[in-house]
T-cell receptor
Framework: ETGVTQTPRHLVMGMTNKKSLKCEQHLGHNAMYWYKQSAKKPLELMFV???????ENNSVPSRFSPECPNSSHLFLHLHTLQPEDSALYLC??????????????FGPGTRLTVL | RKEVEQDPGPFNVPEGATVAFNCTYSNSASQSFFWYRQDCRKEPKLLMS???SGNEDGRFTAQLNRASQYISLLIRDSKLSDSATYLC???????????????FGKGTTLSVSS
């Protein structure tokens, strides 16, 4: 596999369920990201990881819990979500060179529906 | 929070037309600039980086004006397949402070018709 992969591609869950989204990058990058994109809204950055360390958390509710076990894998654990959390969740990766982030490469996203 | 502003459009143009998109950014410390393309219900994909001297890739030309904090994308000879949302993206870097990721604009929608 090449590039950035995400699983599952589609997910329907109830508000009391617990699920996890998975992202894997095969590009040798050292930074990974989670974004949320709701219908007709811009990308919202959720979390940033550099070398497995979380460096940004953009006021994301605790019902979203990221995990980065190594620089190639990123998870987003979901529990007790709300219907307004339904969106496209995109993972991306990039190189961090010095203090500059290079261009990001996105996975195909997980389309999440919360009932 | 630092912002990236774009005209949302939509821009409706006939095939063969030339169309230009503009973008302004608020952080004068930004160092990297990109245009991304996003098709409906798909992920964003890098279209081109934007360099200080301006750069061209086939029918696409990107320009940067640091003094005015302004980026542009010009598409010549529009094709039906150019229909998409174009995202202006800026590095939110604050000097040597690490941990500041890219900031995406809301996008400009282009519709090319035959």
């Amino acid at each position: 596999e090449t590039g950035v992969t995400q699983t599952p591609r589609h997910l329907v869950m109830g508000m009391t369920n617990k699920k996890s989204l998975k992202c894997e990058q095969h590009l040798g990058h050292n930074a990974m990201y989670w974004y949320k994109q709701s219908a007709k809204k811009p990308l919202e950055l959720m979390f940033v990881y550099n070398f497995k360390e979380q460096t940004e958390n953009n006021s994301v509710p605790s019902r979203f819990s990221p995990e980065c076990p190594n620089s190639s894998h990123l998870f987003l654990h979901l529990h007790t979500l709300q219907p307004e959390d339904s969106a496209l969740y995109l993972c991306a990766s990039s190189h961090l060179v010095g203090s500059s982030y290079n261009e990001q490469f996105f996975g195909p996203g997980t389309r999440l529906t919360v009932l | 929070r630092k912002e990236v502003e774009q005209d949302p459009g939509p821009f409706n143009v006939p095939e063969g037309a030339t169309v230009a998109f503009n973008c302004t950014y608020s952080n004068s410390a930004s160092q990297s600039f990109f245009w991304y393309r996003q098709d409906c219900r798909k992920e964003p994909k890098l279209l081109m980086s934007v360099y200080s001297s301006g750069n061209e890739d086939g029918r696409f030309t990107a320009q940067l004006n640091r003094a005015s904090q302004y980026i542009s994308l010009l598409i010549r000879d529009s094709k039906l397949s150019d229909s998409a949302t174009y995202l202006c993206v800026v590095n939110g870097g604050e000097g040597n402070q690490a941990g500041t990721a890219l900031i995406f604009g809301k996008g400009t929608t282009l519709s090319v018709s035959s």
